[in-house]
C-alpha cells in the first residue's frame, strides 16, 4: 500500500506572473490529489533561507532567494498517496530544458532561473518546509 503523504508544494513568482496558476493547480488534482491548503502570498527572507539552506554559498544561491522573494506566490500543502514522489514527478526534472513535456516545469519553464515550481524532495523535507511556510501544525 502506497505511503498517504503531505508535501509542500510553491508556484514560483514566474509561474504567478504568467498567469500559469490556475492550469498548474490543475495538473495535481487531475492526477488525484488533495489540496489541503493553497495561499498567494510573498515569501520572506527568512522563508527563503531557510527553505534553501542546502544550497548556501553555490553560485545561485543569492540569485534564488532574489528570485524567490521577487513576487507573490501560490503555496500548497498538497496530500495523497506517495505525494511526494507523485509531485516531483508532475514538475519534472530540475532545468526546465531537461524537463520532459507533459511535466510541469518541461511545459511552463524555459530556464532554470525561473523553473516555475518547487516542491518537497523528502516526507522529511515536507515536514520542515510545511513548518517553514504554514507555521507548527
Ligand atoms: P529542485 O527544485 O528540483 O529540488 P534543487 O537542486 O534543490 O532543485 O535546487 C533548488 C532550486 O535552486 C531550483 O529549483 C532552482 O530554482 C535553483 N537552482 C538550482 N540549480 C541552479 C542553477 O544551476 N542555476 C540557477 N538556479 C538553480
Ligand atoms: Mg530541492
Known amino acids: 500500500m502506497p505511503e498517504q503523504q503531505r508535501t509542500y508544494i510553491m508556484l514560483k513568482p514566474d509561474a504567478v506572473r504568467d ?32 527553505n534553501y539552506a542546502e544550497h548556501e554559498g553555490k553560485p545561485f544561491y543569492e540569485g534564488l532567494l532574489a528570485y524567490i522573494t521577487s513576487g507573490p506566490v501560490v503555496k500548497m500543502v498538497i496530500s495523497g498517496p506517495d505525494a511526494v514522489a507523485k509531485c516531483r514527478k508532475l514538475m519534472g526534472a530540475t532545468n526546465p530544458l531537461e524537463a520532459a513535456p507533459g511535466t510541469i516545469r518541461g511545459d511552463f519553464g524555459l530556464m532554470m532561473d525561473e523553473n516555475v515550481v518547487h516542491g518537497s524532495d523528502s516526507p522529511e523535507s515536507a515536514v520542515r518546509e510545511i513548518g517553514i511556510f504554514f507555521g507548527e501544525e
Open 19 to 50: 498567469r500559469h496558476i490556475g492550469e498548474i493547480v490543475s495538473r495535481f488534482e487531475r492526477a488525484g490529489l488533495c489540496i489541503e491548503r493553497m495561499e498567494l502570498t510573498n515569501v520572506t527572507l527568512d522563508q527563503a533561507k531557510a
